[in-house]
């Protein structure tokens, strides 16, 4: 049984601790949600929030208020410092240690934090569910955004005062007090955890999590705010990196040949495919309803492959599984930012920091997924060629 605390977010907090990592979280059998009623987040909301913010909340979203059940949503998991602006608390906490930071949040906890790099992408989420709602008022079908925080449960408040003064629609908070939030992940049925710290995101990768870990870029360009605007490079995000050890190990030609000899043999899947079949699944339910042309999310492949000597396999690869990518950009080695530029993606995703800086350098918000034969060191021309090529 969870005790009752006079502190509302440590409610929160001790329930979430209440989880196990089952079986459930390989899919295969019930998952401790189904056995966890107490754990409801609408408990948790009217728990945890003062009066003036539940009633607020009633009113922003008219009608039954529900929340998916992890195994139906798509949930995304971000962290605290991708979702909102930390770097002054970050500071205090490096040079004053933890005590001083503790006593610096709460001080503060009445001054919203600014919006971070994950920001737009989570308010696009939340555009994506309002129309969901509309089309499909009792489907669980959804996006559900879990914050993910190391912090400990007094910065709660701050980060509680900070999600209502955005009107962000977040309810489900792990606040891990330093601990790994790996397993609350993975019980959570996570599809999608973003992270300014790439060691729990390597973690995550290993275990199977599309993961990437984000950056606060320099400038930042003005994206939709009707549309969730998405993209994915190919090999070692959407593919495993199986390609490109081919070309580590062989070289350009060998690659090109390997390519076209294998033509009809299906890449393996990457880290992010998982996500995109996510995002093509709600997709579909717009298509269902007559609003493909409206459809308020849209993906986009941008690789440096080049279309005519090895685009076909990875087209013929996502057609296989049966996935639509809206867009298919082959730049041939060409560089990323530009094009990305004019996409205006919420989120664009690449194994290789290269094409990351890149891309953000031109104001596109850009994550960074640790995966793949580029992550290890190579020599300076392979490593140009390698750039050229993912
Ligand atoms: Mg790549």
């Given amino acids: 049984m969870v005790k009752m605390s006079l502190d509302p977010v440590q409610v929160v907090s001790a329930q979430v601790n209440e989880l196990k990592v089952g079986p459930s979280s390989n899919g295969d059998s019930r998952g401790p949600w189904e056995d966890k009623q107490e ?7 009217n728990n945890t929030k003062p009066k003036s913010v539940t ?20 949930t995304i998991a971000v962290s ?82 900070t999600i209502n003064h955005h009107n ?31 060691d729990k995101v390597r973690e995550a990768l290993a275990e199977g999590i599309a993961a990437a870990t984000m950056f606060m870029p320099e400038k930042q360009t003005v994206v939709s705010e ?39 043999t299906l890449l393996d899947h990457g880290p992010l495919k998982g996500f995109l079949e996510a995002l093509g699944k709600l997709q579909k339910k717009f298509y269902a309803k007559g609003h493909r042309l409206d459809c308020p999310i849209r993906t986009f492949l941008v690789t440096a492959r080049s279309a005519a000597s090895s685009g076909i396999r990875a087209l013929k690869t996502l057609r296989a599984w049966g996935l639509e990518i809206d867009e298919a950009l082959f730049l041939a080695g060409a560089p990323k930012g530009p094009m990305l ?23 596109t918000i850009a994550a960074h997924v640790p995966y793949g034969v580029a992550q290890y060191n190579s020599s300076k021309k392979n490593q140009r060629w390698a750039n050229k090529l993912t």
């Avoid at 754990?39 to 909301?45: A, G, H, I, R």
């Fill in 39 to 45: 754990f409801n987040s609408q408990e948790c909301l």
């Fill in 55 to 74: 009633g607020r909340r009633a009113r922003k979203v008219e009608g039954a208020v529900f929340f998916p059940r992890p195994e139906h949503a798509v």
């Fill in 80 to 161: 605290t410092r991708v979702l909102f602006r930390t770097e002054k608390e970050q500071k205090v906490f490096e040079q004053q240690g933890i005590e001083e930071y503790l006593r610096y949040q709460i001080e503060h906890e009445n001054e919203p934090f600014a919006p971070g790099p994950a920001f737009p992408f989570v308010k696009a989420l939340e555009t994506v569910n309002a129309r969901l709602r509309d089309l499909y008022p009792q489907s669980e079908e959804l996006f559900d955004i879990v914050l993910v925080t190391y912090n400990h449960a007094h910065v709660g408040v701050r980060l509680i005062n």
């Fill in 168 to 198: 962000l629609f977040i309810e489900r908070f792990c606040m891990t007090g330093g601990g790994s939030p790996i397993g609350y992940l993975k019980a959570w049925h996570t599809n999608l955890y973003l992270s300014a710290d790439a």
């Fill in 226 to 264: 009707s549309q969730l605007r998405v993209a994915f490079d190919g090999d070692a995000v959407l593919f495993s990196d199986e390609s490109e050890r081919i070309f580590k190990a062989h070289g350009l030609d060998k690659f090109f040949e390997h390519e076209k000899d294998n033509e009809d």
């Fill in 341 to 363: 530029e004019k996409i205006r993606p919420h989120i664009y995703f690449d194994d290789q920091m290269f094409h990351v800086e890149g891309a953000a350098e031109m104001g």
